[in-house]
Structures are given as C-alpha cells and as structure tokens.
C-alpha cells in the first residue's frame, strides 16, 4: 500500500468509544478464528494489530483466544502506542502470556513482508478511512502473508434513531458523503469499504464471512451517545451546510430526549473476517 496513514484518534474518545466497541463485535468471528487457529503449529501466535490507537483490540481479543500470543500494534501516533505500552498486558483465554510490543509506521506501506510470520492480522475502525488502492493493498498484503484477518467496526452508512426525526435521513446521507470526500488527493471508502474489502480479498482466493456489529446507544451510555451524535451532525453539516439551518433545533431535540432517557441510536457497523485458502 502506498500514501499517508489514515489512522490516528484522540485518547479521549478512543477511551469513551471503548465499551460500546467490545460489545458491537462480532463474536461469531471471534469462534471462527478460533477454529481455524486451532490447527495450527505450536508455538505463540503472532498477531498483527493495524491501527492499534492504545490497544483496544489486543485487550478485548487476546483473552477470547487460548494460547501464548504476541502482539505488534502498529500506529503512526507516538502517544497511543506510549498508552498501549503502557497498559497491563492481556491474558489469554487459557491464562496463558501475551506479549506486546509497538511500532510507529504509515500503515498504507506495509506490504506482505511486513506481515510475514503472522497467524492473524487485526485492525479496527480502519477500513472506512482507506482509499480503493488501499484497501486492495490491504487485501493483497494479508493474502500475501498468508494470514487471516479479523477487521472490525467499519462504518456501514447506516444510522437508526428512536423516535425518528423528520432530519435524520438528510444528516445520514450528508454524514455519508463526507465520508467519502476527497483528503487532498485520497478520497475514502467510507461506509463502501466492507464490499470493497471483501471483493478484493476474495479476488485473492480468501474466504470472507461479514457479520453486523452496530453500536446501540442509549441511557446505558449517554455520553457516548452525545459525543457521537454532535460529531454526525457537525460532520453532515460542513458536507452540505443548508443543513445549518435546522441543525440547532435538531441538536436541542435531541439533548432533551437523551438526557430524558427516550433517545436510542443504532449505529451500523461491519465486521470482516478473510480465511486465506486452507493449505493442501
């Protein structure tokens, strides 16, 4: 993959968005790299975590898997990882160690050498923020390296709210193309990443299984529920700013039925698991 890093978020909402992240993903892809992990030689499993932020997905996934494990998170953001490094390490599912350790790097330049070595490579909250080219890349790189990859907590385009707002579908559909507007000379995938991954890691002969893993926010997690739902509208209006107009009256409708308890938002997400061809 070629071009600058995408990655790279505040501390602070990595941390808000954490919980509600653990919930979301898909279990049913968790059993499925289990099974197929099972086979495999002794020895600790190397993991490859792609935008690894402080290390979320290392801490929710190393002790769903038995085994001694190794982790290399990768991000281009020097703090994240100091937190990651920071932090206790994981346990597997067994008790068995995990260790960790991190490297600073532009994500889009890895290739299949980087990977090499890996039983599975990891990122979440990534695929959305790729271009075409990288995205492809991506799948070569995995499939190159003959790893699987378990990719979480995609945007899906998708927003529910309850009680609906005559609002809501202009600010998803504004909140979409933003998405996918042009960075300088990238232009995201946005919420067409999952499809766009899953064809091209099935063009390099990998089996891929897609599963739902919506964020479902509501008085559980209100200030989740806030930040997200400031950060739609603001986003939705800087891509089409007639919005403006109404959104003032819409952001006050929705503070009261949040802090009221009544607003409940279904956030759509997609996780992706790649298998590479099982050896003959």
Known sequence: MSGPDPSGYAPAWLALREPADAEARSADLVAEVRGRLAGRAPGPLLVRDLGSGTGAMARWLAGRLPGPQH??????????????????PPRAADGSPVGLEVREADLTALGAPDLAGAGLVTASALLDLLT?????????????????????????????????????????????????????????????????????FREHGAEVLLRPSPWRLGPARPELLRVWLHGWVAAAVEQAPALAAGAAGYLARRTGQRESGRLHATVHHTDLLALPPEPS
């Open 71 to 88: 982790w290399v998170l990768y991000d281009r953001d020097p703090e994240l990882l100091a937190r990651a490094a920071a932090a206790a």
């Open 132 to 200: 075409a080219e990288e995205v492809a890349g991506l799948a070569a790189a995995c499939t190159g390296a003959g790893c699987a990859a378990l990719i979480t907590l995609s945007v899906a385009g998708r927003v529910e709210l309850d009680p609906a707002d005559p609002l809501d579908a202009g600010l998803q559909a504004a909140f979409n193309a933003h998405q996918r507007r042009a960075c300088g000379d990238r232009r995201p995938l946005g919420p067409d990443a999952p499809g766009a991954a899953a064809r091209a």
